[in-house]
């Protein structure tokens, strides 16, 4: 209960400062709407807005499924032949501390002239992929060696030693990492709206832009809240399934 | 029941040789213990036997047929993900389909390790000990000619580690297997083992048989002279090596 009222009464306070504060007169509209102003300016376009989140949102869940796919399937890879991940690991970190805004233009050059939701996968992809190719892989080393020993002693074979051990040993750091992940996809998702400006005129992130342009600050803050709220939605989420799967560590 | 003849090993990652022409029989039901200081090989010769090692020489002679052995570590390693008779019944499950007989063999195993009520229990929820049972349930279950046991005690306090040793010795007379037992420790080498070897440097320095009268209560085994006499010359021998 507690876990919940703090940040609400948080909430409320940073609400009521906000709003104290506008009403002063200290601070041009422009500049900070007050948050009734951003309430409405969220209801009058609830319907754009939802359609926005939508499709912001559709980005995201392609691209983290993606990324699950892709970053399960290589650290798989990895476990199980050290030339592959020596040969393609690097290439990963180079992917990863690359700043994704810098290659987004790229991307959308090469395969959003004709599909830029296209472009805005990959680049939300890109993202979201490095922390659970990194995380996998580690969930896959950290096998219990003896209990290694003891599947190779009652001569399990290869599909029980990777269901039955490596998967689940694996299982807490790839849940892990969906956390991280989901957060990812959804920055990737949003920088990849703004790269693409007009053209991905249909996400979160072009409404934002749009609102932007005109000054209406209200809906820009609407905007960002959408996001944010979706962001913890993801969060959250991913954070229930892994108290749900991993409830014997409880 | 196992016979080991002139074993060589050495890891991959030395050049120093672990194991030196090491040579030993063991008899059915009898355990052994091996004892020696860190890095002596005591633990490289239980994998030597489980064939989770091969031997660069020598060879180790089974009797005919499948042979039967099972592995007990320091630490428990149980999977955190199963329940109990889910863990116990890891060798079993790894072989065939796990059936209703399967199960209750299982509750069976954990009553004799006095685990009884606890088989829908995660390890999480055990203490050290419970878990340490739970591990010696999963080698048994097998029905194991060979029980090898590597300092399986070492983490456990003293009251807990006499309680653990009664429990093997009871086992082992209800079940009659042979067991290798490596231990740091003097004290439950003598109390447990028909045979003791000092180990040195990969190779037997030494036997001791303690022979103890296990017909007596176990507090009048550990005071009596048979016990004593066995940790002196334990502990001479283990002086001997310095």
Redesign the interface.
């Known amino acids: 209960m507690k876990r919940v009222l703090l940040p609400l009464l948080a909430l409320s306070a940073i609400i009521l400062a906000w709003h104290l504060w506008v009403a002063s007169g200290n601070v041009p509209k422009f500049i900070l709407p007050a948050p009734g102003a951003v309430a409405g300016a969220l209801i009058d376009n609830f319907g754009p807005f939802m359609l926005a989140a939508a499709s912001t949102f559709k980005v995201t869940l392609i691209a983290l499924t993606a990324a699950v796919i892709s970053g399960v399937a290589l650290a798989l890879a990895f476990s199980l032949s050290r030339t592959v991940e020596m040969t393609v690991y690097p290439f990963a970190v180079i992917l990863q501390v690359t700043p994704i805004v810098s290659i987004a233009p790229l991307v959308l050059i090469w395969v959003g002239i004709d599909n830029v939701e296209r472009a805005l996968v990959i680049i939300a992809w890109l993202a979201a992929f490095f922390p659970i190719l990194a995380n996998m892989s580690a969930g896959l080393r950290a096998v ?1 060696k ?2 290694s ?8 074979t290869r599909w ?1 030693r990777f269901w ?2 490596l998967w ?1 040993t694996a ?1 807490p750091y790839l849940l892990a990492s969906l956390k991280v992940s989901g957060g990812f996809a959804l920055i990737g998702a949003v920088v990849a709206e703004f790269v693409a400006g007009s053209g991905g005129a249909t996400g979160l992130a072009w409404r934002i832009l749009e609102a932007g342009n005109r000054l209406q600050t209200e809906k820009m803050f609407a905007g960002l809240i959408l996001l944010s709220v979706m962001g913890v939605c993801i969060f959250y989420s991913f954070a229930a399934l892994e108290r749900w799967l991993l409830a ?3 | 029941m196992l016979s080991a003849t002139d074993l060589h090993f050495t890891y991959a990652e030395s050049d120093r040789p672990v194991i030196r022409g090491i040579s030993f029989d063991l008899k059915a039901g009898e355990i052994v213990s091996l004892l020696g200081p860190s890095g002596c090989g005591k633990s490289t010769i239980l994998r030597l036997v489980a064939g989770l090692l091969s031997p660069e020489s020598g060879m180790i002679t089974w009797p005919a047929g499948e042979k039967r052995l099972s592995f007990v570590f320091q630490d428990a390693a149980l999977m955190p993900w199963a329940t109990v008779t889910e863990n116990v019944l890891l060798p079993l499950s790894l072989k065939n389909t796990v059936g209703e007989s399967d199960v209750e063999k299982a509750h069976d195993m954990l009553a004799a390790v006095g685990l009884e009520g606890f088989d829908k229990r995660y390890p999480h929820k055990l203490s050290g000990g419970q878990r340490m049972r739970v591990s010696i349930a999963r080698a048994l279950i097998a029905h194991p000619e060979l029980l090898l046991l590597d300092e399986p005690f070492a983490a456990l306090d003293e009251i807990l580690r006499f309680q653990m040793n009664e429990m093997l010795l009871k086992l082992r007379r209800k079940q009659g297997w042979s067991a290798l037992f490596v231990t740091h420790s003097v004290y439950e080498a003598a109390y447990l083992s028909d045979r003791v070897f000092i180990i040195k440097n990969g190779t037997i320095e030494g036997e001791v048989k303690p022979s103890l009268n296990r017909d007596l209560p176990s507090f009048e085994q550990r005071g009596s002279p048979e016990f004593s006499k066995a940790v002196s010359r334990i502990s001479k021998l283990l002086e001997a090596r310095r």
């Open positions: 219990d003896n209990l020993e003891l599947f190779t002693l009652y001569g399990a029980q039955r051990l689940p299982m014997y560590r409880r």
